[in-house]
């Protein structure tokens, strides 16, 4: 929001895939009070509870998929939800360490 991200780029998402469930941090608690953005203080800091959102994880290796249709529904949920969090679309995913496995979401 502050700097005028109009894309995300999501590297090394393979490394998700042995994984049962994954979490998304969607907020913070303090007390009664729900924090939609990270404290910029340390007293408040101190006192957060983080508020998750979960996600089942896909249980598959994904590293020779290259395109977002081809990702396993529980990956593609994962990053429909991460971009709907930030509000900002996902352009580029990348699916293991070598350049071709990286790919342009269109």
């Given amino acids: 929001m502050i700097n005028g991200i109009k894309y995300l780029a999501i590297t090394k998402l393979d490394v998700l895939d ?27 800091l101190e006192q957060v509870e983080p508020i998750y959102e979960t996600f089942p994880g896909w249980k598959s290796s994904i590293s020779d998929i290259r395109s977002f249709d081809k990702l396993p529904e529980n990956c593609q949920k994962y990053l429909k939800a991460i971009e709907d969090l930030t509000e900002t679309p996902i352009k580029i995913v990348s699916v293991g360490p070598e350049r071709e496995q990286t790919f342009v979401v269109d």
């Fill in 18 to 44: 042995a994984l049962d469930e994954i979490k998304i941090c969607t907020g913070y608690r303090v007390g009664s009070k729900i924090l939609k953005t990270f404290p910029n203080d340390l007293k408040t």
